[in-house]
């Protein structure tokens, strides 16, 4: 009796690890029924995935995904929508920009802005501006729908008589618009000088007149009141929650420094961050001064922060500003730019930086600056035997065709720019009248860099540039204005597929990121990052791709953005 009676124990205790290790392996979430596009080139389309934990544990047809569905699985049927990987933007903008436009965000190009709109939009802003506030700060507008007559202190100073006001354009640091206040505050004056980094307009007696450009604008900073961290931590949310909206689930911040930091440990330690996300620490900003390696260490150890260690760094500014070199030089041939750091300089910080373990992020858009970089890395990178941290370049506006091999062999990757792949007016207005007709030609040449073998990524630089990740598809397969077939395409030669452009915008930004091994496509072991669509993508024509919406997002298998 008592054999039968611990046999019947050890029985029932082999049953019910049995059934405890069916509910282990089942999934937490099954969607079938779906058409999924994978970004797998071994198996580009199933039907079904299996969630647990918060990565894909099957990828593959219903049959196969509901053998993991047990009694708690939810099982969501997609009756045949569209889904795929989420979207990746590894330069994006929270910490930089976002604080200024808590209570002040003005129209940019991306909405066709009359200077009369713009107007309209500051003086509903100063209207409803923080009385308490020391300053008033703001940001967006766009340069090319202003007139030279409104952009000066005068102006603003009827505005905003009562105190300093300084308000960015869209472009996020390269140029900003200052009352007298303002001017008075920052030190700056008659005798201040210009430099190649660091200017502003000018009266007919040289006085400051109004616009700050590059480096100019750190003056303002200095004396500007800080964004406490409250303010700070609902300035980041609001972009990174918009990016969550648009499908976004891996992102770079792309200039953080020592005050952005607080809030960010913050809000990873209360889990609001629905994104990969990888912090790129400021190296310059907007001037040749390096932060050191030791003080970027500090800032890294010092706090408890996403991602990896990674650091951002300005070598140019901007075309139409006259700030980045060009290999062909300007039409206005008394214009010239060299990059920001000076070769030996950039050469030697990127060493240190990467044997620190720091990722390296440079913005440079014009060709002279964008060879600069690569001259920069190629030191280090020969040295390594490979570029062993994905050292890349960002916006890469202009590439001359005799640096294409060059960024195939020292594997780094540069950005395609979607956004601005449209004939929008911060590039018909702004920056094709200060080139020559045949570099304006080849600006963002993306199909010739494709075929050369060439790694190109998305990024839209939001909210510089819109935070709508269909207008730069669109933009970039087309070459059009999404949503104004009327208005001419800007290089339409240089378009990629939308096969190519998904792919940039998802396995090439997670490699950009470093978290191509976690995201970027579905498969097996992958974070369960997928998004569900309104339509499919490949059912419809290129020029209705700006009217998608995503219907879901999911990160780590758990659903962060529903329209429901």
């Given at each position: ?16 690890c049995?059934?405890d ?12 029924n ?9 198996s ?20 196969e ?22 979207l ?27 200077e ?40 603003l ?72 961290v ?34 960010y ?16 620490l ?43 070199a ?5 039409a ?15 050469t ?8 620190a ?21 190629e ?37 395609i ?5 449209a ?8 920056i ?27 990024h839209?630089?939001?909210?510089a540039?819109?935070l ?19 208005i001419a ?29 976690v ?37 780590k298998?758990?659903v ?5």
């Amino acid at each position: 009796m008592r054999t039968f009676i611990i046999s019947l124990i050890v029985y029932t205790f082999l049953i019910g690890c049995a059934i405890d290790k069916k509910e282990v392996n089942n999934a937490d979430t099954v969607y079938i029924n779906g058409k999924i596009y994978t970004v797998n080139e071994d198996s580009p389309w199933v039907e079904a995935v299996a969630i647990r934990e918060g990565k894909f544990i099957k990828v593959g047809s219903n049959a196969e995904a509901e053998s993991f569905v047990g009694e708690k699985t939810e099982v969501i049927d997609l009756a045949g929508q569209f889904a795929m990987p989420g979207l990746g933007d590894p330069h994006i903008h929270p910490a930089l920009v976002m604080p200024k436009r808590v209570y002040c965000s003005l129209p940019g190009t991306f909405y066709e802005p009359t200077e009369e709109m713009t107007l309209t939009a500051l003086k509903e802003a100063i209207a409803n501006y923080p009385k308490d506030l020391e300053w008033f700060i703001g940001a967006g507008f766009s340069v090319p729908a202003m007139s030279p007559e409104t952009l000066t202190r005068e102006f603003l100073d009827e505005l905003i008589p009562d105190r300093p006001a300084f308000i960015e354009d869209e472009t996020g640091g390269h140029t900003a618009w200052f009352n007298t206040k303002a001017m008075e505050a920052a030190g700056i004056s008659k005798d201040t000088k210009d430099t190649p980094d660091t200017f502003y307009s000018r009266t007919k007696d040289n006085s400051p007149a109004g616009m700050a450009y590059e480096g100019g604008l750190n003056a303002f900073y200095a004396v500007m009141p800080p964004f406490d961290v409250k303010l700070r931590k609902t300035a980041y949310m609001k972009l990174l929650n918009e990016a969550t909206s648009k499908g976004i689930t891996a992102a770079g911040d792309a200039y953080v420094f020592e005050v952005d930091l607080q809030p960010y440990q913050e809000l990873k330690q209360e889990d609001k961050i629905n994104q990969h996300l990888v912090l790129y620490l400021g190296g310059n900003l907007g001037t040749p001064e390096l932060t050191s390696v030791e003080e970027l260490n500090r800032w890294w150890d010092s706090y408890d922060l996403p991602g990896h260690k990674a650091v951002k760094i300005g070598m140019g500014g901007s075309i139409e500003s006259y700030s980045e070199a060009l290999i062909d030089g300007f039409a206005d041939a008394e214009k010239s730019a060299n990059p920001f750091v000076k070769i030996d300089d950039f050469t030697e910080y990127i060493a240190q930086l990467d044997a620190a373990g720091f990722q390296v992020k440079v913005h440079a858009i014009g060709d002279g600056t964008v060879r600069a970089t690569l001259d920069g890395y190629e030191t280090t990178i020969k040295a390594n035997g490979n570029n062993r941290l994905r050292h890349h370049i960002d916006h890469a506006s202009l590439v001359h065709s005799d640096d294409f091999k060059r960024f195939v062999d020292l594997e780094v990757a540069c950005s395609i720019w979607p956004p601005l792949n449209a004939p929008v007016a911060y590039n018909v207005q702004g920056i094709k009248p200060v080139l020559k007709p045949e570099t304006w030609d080849r600006m963002y040449d993306n199909r010739v860099r494709w075929d050369a073998g060439m790694k190109l990524f998305n990024h839209s630089d939001a909210p510089a540039a819109v935070l709508w990740p269909w207008f730069g598809m669109e933009a970039t397969i087309t070459r059009g204005f999404p949503g104004k077939p009327e208005i001419a395409k800007m290089g339409p030669q240089h378009a990629l597929t939308l096969k190519e452009t998904i792919k940039a915008h998802t396995i090439n930004a997670a490699w950009v990121l470093k978290l191509d091994h976690v995201t970027g496509s579905i498969e097996e072991g992958k974070s369960a990052d997928m998004i569900v669509l309104n339509h499919n993508l490949f059912e419809i024509e290129p020029i209705e791709i700006h009217k998608t919406e995503v219907q879901t997002t999911l990160f780590k298998g758990k659903v962060v953005y529903s329209i429901k």
